[in-house]
């Protein structure tokens, strides 16, 4: 496996990859890995006749007070769990290398951007945007793979692929979920012993729902109060939202009878949680 720190590098890597006529498959990552992340491998292993891997703790996605500095970083651990994985290439770039001094262009996805987590972490989807651009113009994957837990940055990657006319296949892949139901997140670690038994809250709002719908409801408003009222089950947990809205646009819908997400943030702690459900 080669673990390369450059663009310049991983640019002639990836091309002797499309030169030997392989697909390349694309996972992103911030790293400190875990078996959403390895889910992802595999699917790109599955249809993908090479698989890479970026790790890099993207600060242009994280607001001034958020955890940028202290995102849990585990490379060597995060190399030695893909090559065991069998992975091609990881990419392990410096905030130097993907953003020389002077950089000032970014990718902004205009609308999407500012709903669902872009209303709470302004700039956060500017962010997203301006680094995965980056890296499909680095890698030029045939197909790039996402887990389904970020569906909000999924919609956004979406639109910007489709308006920028990325020649790349985005694959969403389901969430991945601890025994109890937890989905899983590097930032899970943050969480004391009686924090994550309170996050549970959140995969429990969203069963109430999913049962809800299979017994015929398909109100959003009748749906969101059945959710909150579980959500205020752990008050210490603290919901930045709960909506249902349109997978697509991210925009509020009243009806899921054509297809909805329903999604949730929450502050467990001073931890940033999502989760939601694809109706």
């Known amino acids: 496996m080669m673990v390369l720190k450059t663009i310049a590098e991983t640019r002639s890597a990836c091309a002797r990859i499309s030169a030997a006529g392989k697909t390349l498959g694309l996972v992103p990552t911030m790293g400190s890995l875990h078996q959403g992340h390895l ?11 090479a698989v890479a891997v970026s790790i890099f703790v993207n600060p242009t996605q994280f607001g001034p007070t958020e955890d940028f ?14 090559e065991g994985a069998g992975v091609d290439l990881v990419f392990a770039p410096s905030s130097e290398e993907m953003y020389p001094e002077g950089a000032s262009t970014f990718v902004e996805v205009a609308g999407l951007s500012e709903r669902l ?8 989807f500017r962010g997203v945007a301006t680094v995965v651009a980056k890296l499909f113009h680095i890698f030029s994957p045939e197909r790039a793979f996402f887990g389904q837990k970020d569906a909000a940055q999924v919609a956004v990657l979406r639109k910007m692929v489709r308006d920028l006319q990325f020649p790349v296949e985005l694959d969403v892949c389901p969430t991945v979920r601890e ?15 009686e924090q994550r038994r309170q996050a549970l809250v959140l995969s429990r709002a969203l069963l109430a729902v999913q049962q809800q719908l ?4 398909r109100d959003s408003t009748k749906l969101l109060a059945t959710a909150m009222r579980v959500l205020k089950e752990e008050p210490a947990v603290e919901v930045d939202y709960c909506r249902i809205v349109d997978p697509d646009t991210l925009e509020d819908v009243g009806d899921v009878g054509q297809g909805a997400l329903v999604a949730v943030a929450a502050l467990v702690g001073a931890t940033r949680l999502i989760d939601n459900l694809l109706v």
Not at 39 to 49: G, H, I
Not at 69 to 82: F, G, K, Q, S, T
Not at 179 to 193: E, F, H
């Open 179 to 193: 025994p109890d139901g937890l989905a899983l997140s590097s930032r899970n670690r943050y969480l004391t012993g």
């Open 69 to 82: 500095a202290a995102y849990p970083r585990a490379l060597e651990d995060d190399c030695r769990i893909l």
């Open 117 to 124: 987590d872009g209303a709470s972490r302004p700039g956060h």
């Open 39 to 49: 889910s992802l491998v595999r699917a790109a292993q599955a249809s993908c006749d």
């Open 214 to 217: 299979q017994g015929g409801e």
